[in-house]
């Protein structure tokens, strides 16, 4: 018993320093972000690159938990760090065309932040050409 608390102790400890910057589990905070990238026109078979830069215009550091492509021709990456208040940070994803048909496409990129709501959806337009 004397062990369990020992260990309660020092885990407390180590997580109960406060600073401003550091992230506390229900901070929600606010973000700025454009919908819509369009690529316009891309050659079928081309890899689209659309960056989405998102800025944290709230009070506490902005958390990125997960981003997903609507498929799996669709792959982003997200920030690994917190974005602190007024700063900002890039998502970044990558439409794979190969498979995809001559015409206008859509593909969506779900956000999901300690924001409210807490998940935003961008989008991602092209028309996609023959070679």
Excluded at 3 to 16: C, D, N, P
Excluded at 28 to 45: H, I, N
Excluded at 65 to 71: A, D, F, L, Q, R
């Amino acid at each position: 018993m004397k062990k369990i608390f020992t260990l309660s102790f020092i885990a407390l400890s180590l997580f109960s320093c406060s600073n401003s910057t550091e992230v506390e589990v229900g901070n929600k905070t606010t973000m700025l972000v454009d919908l819509v990238y369009d690529a316009g026109k891309v050659v079928k078979g081309e890899v689209i690159d659309a960056t989405f830069e998102v800025k944290n215009t709230g009070k506490f550091p902005l958390v990125i938990g997960e981003v997903s492509g609507s498929c799996s021709c669709t792959v982003a990456d997200k920030p690994e760090e917190p974005i602190a208040p007024g700063e900002t940070g890039e998502i970044k994803a990558h439409v794979t065309t190969e498979n995809a048909s001559p015409g206008v496409i859509s593909k969506s990129v779900r956000i999901v932040a300690n924001t409210e709501p807490s998940i935003t959806n961008t989008v991602i337009k092209a028309t996609i050409i023959g070679k």
